[in-house]
């Protein structure tokens, strides 16, 4: 029989989706399941960007350019520039989600056995473009115990080999809701130009800080013009996950015309989804006022609730709609699955994201899970209600 690639071996399972098979048997025996594990918003997608598709006056759905419709880039630019962000039309591809835009990067700075610092836990799928792209994972360890702040420069340093090519970060942080500071910001700056690095930053919540905090971007500092990229996407901006659109963003311009080399061999990203998405730029503060409000409540609701559990710890997330937490149980793998499978509140449960695998570093994150708070005031309440009686009657 023919065989699969080793690197199709190695790719990794996605943590937030290997859990489904046990849902779905939590589901046929008719229990209800609380979704903490999937960072799907239950917020409305903007009527403005469902209305351009509903009205379009295409007669062809033809391709367009690959980097992305001209119209649609230049006000994507708009955009940037309105959040002190100075780039222009050509310094961006509009990519089909950022997942997409993380593989470009990857590509494009990259060979294969390349290494790319991370500070982990971080967002799962970058394993598995860096799987994909025979790029080497290197995790800078952020603990929960310092709310996941930046490691000392020291430990970046340490990790810094002649393979090294970039710094990724991801502000605000999936899976921690951690939010850099600018002065982080401007030291991850001086690591890489003091070592000729790129700095990716993946800022797909960008809008999402709490407390009044503000959002500092790799490109509003000007000197990290050459080294900086930035990965966006749509999906959580305008709840549009559906819509598939991205984009990466330098002031490079051999990376850009790297990237749009791999942009040209998938020919273009979708055009009904570029023109919600283009569309969808015409948002009203105003919805993204509602929206922080409804998730700041949420995070409140949901980390104070946890706190009161005993033998929880978990962290002060400050953007995105994540946290990690911290349980009392000695496998979280284990643990989701029994929850799915073993267990149930007058026929409610809960699905929770197993740690682990927003690590790279073997056995690190066993006992923790990423909740995201994606549902309404009155469901997180009662998920976090079962999780306690969970908590209570499960024995590892
Ligand atoms: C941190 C982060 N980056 C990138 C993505 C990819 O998003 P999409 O491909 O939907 O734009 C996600 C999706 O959850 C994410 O959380």
New binding site residues.
Partial sequence: MPSVSNKGKHMPESP?RKLVPYAEKAYAAKKTVYHLN??QPDIKSPEIAMEAVAHHNLEILAYTRSEGSQEYREKIAKYYKKNNIPVEANDLIV????????LFAMGSIADADDEIIIPEP??A??NGFATASDVKIVPVISKIEDNFALPPISEFEKLITPKTKAILI?NP???TGYLYSKEEIQTLAEIVKKHDLFLVA?E??REFTYDGSKHYSILEEESLAEHGII??????RYSM?G????CLVSKNKQVISTALKFAQARLSPPTFAQIASEAALQTPQSYFDEVITEYQDRRNTLVAALKAIPGVIVGEPKG?F?CIVQLPVKNSDKFAQWLLEEFDDNGETIMVAPAAGFYSSPGVGLNQVRIAYVLKKESLIRAVEILKIALEKYND
């Fill in positions: 937030i999937i960072g990519t089909t989600g950022g997942s997409e835009a993380l971080f967002y799928n970058y991801c942080g999936n899976p993946d797909v919540y990965i966006d996407s749509v999906s959580k996950c819509a598939r659109i991205g995105a994540y």
